[in-house]
């Protein structure tokens, strides 16, 4: 069994559907929520294992995964930016270099168990690779859409894994659109929509917590796109508020880059509801999202935790990810934003210096490499 008794919900219809068939959108077309977790008590913290199943208590998966590359538990270092106190967390160290680990590993385990076969995904990168490798991992036949743009690093990494890759041209809607007209072919496995990919992104909230001591940050700096680690923070800190272990949320700050904040005109205007705006290219490719699918519930949570939308423009990402390197971060231009974001709050004195703020650092350089290069130079006589 892999539901422990988990529950879908969904937010349009208010159905209430055992998660127990794979499913990725409820019959009235809405995507589905996971019901909430119980959180978990530290004394149920597995202490000798050195990844995210060690928070096995809190998720919505029972038994051991049939499937890990190790994920999680990923380094929290201190550090200063701008000549403030910091802590980065190093996400950017996981097995297939992002972030998405977190998701791809919930949500393959959870199909696996429901006895899902061949899978399909459409991603802009990261978690095309992620859920590649996973799938090869598990054994599984897995074909990944992709924008033709993408960044080559990406899709060498998703042809390492052995699956098909469909590179589609257009902008993101279009990959989605082309991965919706294959959901008949195999299951649409899609990290935007399957919420067990939230329930992955929500043990950042727990490693946070529990690598601070068992406290709360005071505010953590997310790059955003659909919003994943935004939620899923949410998840994760709404669990430990409803278990006791903390007193109140951590505020969350969503960082997009200027020249595609699918968030910012909605919360400028205080609507729970995306509204158009104009979209222009942006080294930070990993958040490029147009029309993310839970926008109302991002940013709800942003308004609950008393966080905030913050944009960076273009000119400032990537001189924030040369001064990352030179404190030993290597990370990729969309991870740099929030760095990017957090010195421009500090400037502005939103935030109290005394304070516990952490900058997620999502993805490695090594997934843009020639790009970074093309800026930075090598240097090399
Ligand atoms: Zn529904």
Request: proline share 6%; with cysteine; hydrophobic share 45%.
């Amino acid at each position: 069994m892999s539901a422990r008794h988990a529950t879908y919900v969904c937010p349009a219809c208010g159905r209430s559907t055992a998660a127990d068939r794979p499913l990725w959108r409820c019959d009235c077309g809405s995507h589905l929520n996971l019901k909430a977790g119980r959180g978990l008590s530290r004394g149920e913290i597995v202490a000798g294992d050195a990844s995210l199943w060690r928070y096995a208590a809190a998720l919505a998966f029972e038994g051991p995964p049939r499937v890990t590359l190790g994920e999680g538990w990923t380094p929290l270092l201190e550090g200063r930016w701008q000549g403030v106190p910091v802590y980065f967390k190093l996400e950017s160290q996981m097995p297939t270099g992002s972030f998405k680990d977190r998701g791809s590993a919930l949500m393959l385990n959870h199909l696996l168990a429901l006895g899902v076969g061949a899978i399909h995904e459409d991603s802009s990168g990261n978690a095309g690779a992620s859920i590649a490798l996973y799938a090869a991992r598990a054994g599984i036949p897995c074909r990944i859409f992709v924008p033709a743009g993408a960044p080559q690093a990406k899709l060498v990494q998703i042809a390492a894994s052995g699956a098909r890759i469909s590179a589609v041209p257009g902008d993101r809607e279009a990959v989605g659109k082309a991965a919706l007209a294959a959901a008949g072919e195999s299951f649409y496995a899609s990290h935007n929509w399957q919420p067990y990919f939230i329930e992955g992104t929500k043990t950042l909230a727990y490693e946070l917590w529990e690598q601070l001591g068992f406290r709360r940050p005071d505010a953590i700096f997310v790059p955003t796109g659909y919003g994943s680690n935004i939620l899923g923070l949410e998840r994760g800190f709404e669990e430990l508020l409803r278990a006791g272990e903390i007193s109140r949320l951590p505020r969350l700050f969503a960082v997009q880059a200027e020249n595609c904040a699918a968030f910012a005109r909605p919360w400028q205007e205080g609507v729970e509801a995306l509204l158009p705006f104009s979209a222009k290219p942006s080294i930070a490719d990993g958040i490029a999202a147009l029309k993310p699918v839970r926008a109302a519930e991002v940013l709800h949570a942003l308004r609950r935790s008393q966080g905030a939308v913050v944009t960076v423009p273009e000119e400032a990402i990537l001189p924030a990810l040369a001064a990352l390197g030179r404190q030993g971060f290597f990370v990729e231009p969309t991870a740099a934003t929030a760095a990017a974001a957090f010195g421009r709050l500090i400037a502005e004195g939103v935030l109290a210096r005394e304070e516990v703020n952490v900058v997620v650092l999502t993805g490695s350089g090594l997934k843009a490499a020639e790009r970074i290069g093309a800026f930075l130079g090598t240097g090399a006589k």
